[in-house]
């Protein structure tokens, strides 16, 4: 989502964009079609197409002959470094990474990481959207040429808080004007640590909770959680909401489920991942990760709250967001970098 937000306003900016999906369309493609950027799938994989599909790609670069050829995570920045090695016209190009992610799980990443940690000296820039990624990839052995931090940027006119909206989804899943709601959005993935915010919704019978992310329709869940599945309007489901989960037991960098509800005027009550205090400040709880009870206690001390206490910390919330995390400050970032003429001319 970040990719395509910052993508199309770049677009807009005269920043000629073009995406390449190491896989298929995806569910964003579109988005990014409407607003005249093309995507190639390459659905790359590691058979004897592989080869065919590199020079497709390295075809692609030379017929486009891009400034700045950006990879994005891990298995996009390795694709792209090779794609940069092969295509013509080297010394005319940059060569950013950007890494999402910060402690993650070596027995599921290890072959990727090892790759990833040997060629972190090739890219001209490496962009990591967190401080605990950046410290946990140095950590590991990363050694980038030139290092920058830019934090995920929210786009706070979408999303934002809409009392309309807010009584006609409430509404539809028949919950109640004085209802506590929590949403939760992320796929089903160990990562996300669904079994744990699940344990702790099991013991807070009177909080209710909507689960948003491919996978959630196939869980076992409690009578208090409703599952919708992956859905594109997210922020939608925000707005009917007043808390903002997240129960990630390791791997984030930046959250945008978090820093999007916050904007959208809710509480955020998030595991102790990533850039999580970062992001939340003074404006929500904070809790460690795997631990079901201390999620549940910080889900009902928010939920117990009177409701103008609790909307006013949502609020506080928003205003954190739109002061330190808007999508414009974050494109703002990436076009000085781009622009950045010691990068552009290959200097330290």
């Given at each position: 989502?970040?990719?395509?937000?910052?993508?199309?306003?770049?677009?807009?900016?005269?920043?000629k964009?073009?995406?390449?999906?190491?896989?298929?369309?995806?569910?964003l493609?579109?988005?990014?079609?409407?607003?005249?950027?093309?995507?190639?799938?390459?659905?790359?994989?590691?058979?004897?197409?592989?080869?065919s599909?590199?020079?497709?790609?390295?075809?692609?670069?030379?017929?486009?002959?891009?400034?700045?050829?950006?990879?994005?995570?891990?298995?996009?920045?390795?694709?792209?470094?090779?794609?940069?090695?092969?295509?013509?016209?080297?010394?005319?190009?940059?060569?950013?990474?950007?890494?999402?992610?910060?402690?993650?799980?070596?027995?599921?990443?290890?072959?990727?990481?090892a790759?990833?940690?040997?060629?972190?000296?090739?890219?001209?820039?490496?962009?990591?959207n967190?401080?605990?990624?950046?410290d946990?990839?140095?950590?590991?052995?990363?050694?980038?040429?030139?290092?920058?931090?830019?934090?995920?940027?929210?786009?706070?006119?979408?999303?934002?808080?809409?009392?309309?909206?807010?009584?006609?989804?409430?509404?539809?899943?028949?919950?109640?004007?004085?209802?506590?709601?929590?949403?939760?959005?992320?796929?089903?993935?160990?990562?996300?640590?669904?079994?744990n915010?699940?344990?702790?919704?099991r013991?807070?019978?009177?909080?209710?909770?909507?689960?948003?992310?491919?996978?959630t329709?196939q869980?076992?869940?409690?009578?208090?959680?409703?599952?919708?599945?992956?859905?594109?309007?997210?922020?939608?489901?925000?707005?009917?909401?007043?808390?903002?989960?997240?129960?990630?037991?390791?791997?984030?960098?930046?959250?945008?489920?978090?820093?999007?509800?916050?904007?959208?005027?809710?509480?955020?009550?998030?595991?102790?991942?990533?850039?999580?205090?970062?992001?939340?400040?003074?404006?929500?709880?904070?809790?460690?990760?795997?631990?079901?009870?201390?999620f549940?206690?910080?889900?009902?001390?928010?939920?117990?709250l009177?409701?103008?206490?609790?909307?006013?910390?949502?609020?506080?919330?928003?205003?954190?967001?739109?002061r330190?995390?808007?999508m414009?400050?974050?494109v703002?970032?990436?076009?000085?970098l781009y622009?950045?003429?010691?990068?552009?001319?290959?200097?330290?």
């Amino acid at each position: 989502m970040m990719l395509a937000q910052l993508a199309c306003r770049l677009q807009v900016r005269g920043f000629k964009q073009r995406v390449v999906s190491l896989s298929d369309r995806g569910v964003l493609a579109d988005v990014l079609e409407r607003s005249g950027i093309p995507v190639t799938e390459l659905t790359l994989a590691a058979n004897l197409s592989a080869g065919s599909k590199l020079i497709a790609l390295r075809r692609l670069i030379t017929d486009f002959e891009p400034d700045v050829l950006q990879g994005w995570m891990y298995h996009g920045n390795l694709v792209a470094s090779l794609a940069h090695l092969l295509a013509p016209q080297r010394p005319k190009r940059r060569l950013f990474w950007n890494v999402r992610a910060s402690d993650v799980d070596s027995a599921r990443y290890g072959r990727v990481l090892a790759w990833s940690r040997l060629l972190s000296g090739t890219p001209d820039v490496v962009i990591f959207n967190s401080k605990a990624g950046m410290d946990f990839h140095l950590s590991i052995g990363f050694h980038p040429r030139q290092i920058e931090i830019i934090a995920n940027g929210i786009d706070t006119d979408k999303f934002r808080p809409d009392s309309a909206t807010r009584k006609i989804l409430r509404e539809e899943y028949g919950i109640g004007p004085d209802d506590v709601l929590v949403v939760h959005v992320a796929r089903v993935d160990p990562m996300k640590d669904h079994s744990n915010f699940l344990a702790a919704m099991r013991l807070l019978p009177h909080v209710k909770a909507i689960l948003v992310g491919a996978g959630t329709e196939q869980l076992e869940l409690p009578q208090n959680v409703h599952a919708s599945g992956p859905r594109l309007d997210v922020e939608q489901l925000y707005r009917a909401a007043d808390i903002v989960a997240s129960s990630s037991a390791f791997g984030e960098g930046f959250s945008n489920v978090i820093a999007e509800g916050m904007s959208s005027g809710l509480v955020p009550i998030t595991t102790d991942v990533g850039d999580a205090k970062i992001i939340v400040g003074n404006a929500g709880m904070i809790v460690q990760p795997g631990n079901a009870q201390a999620f549940a206690e910080a889900l009902s001390k928010v939920a117990g709250l009177a409701p103008d206490a609790r909307r006013n910390l949502g609020l506080q919330a928003r205003e954190r967001i739109v002061r330190q995390f808007s999508m414009g400050q974050a494109v703002e970032i990436f076009e000085r970098l781009y622009m950045d003429r010691a990068v552009r001319e290959g200097k330290d």
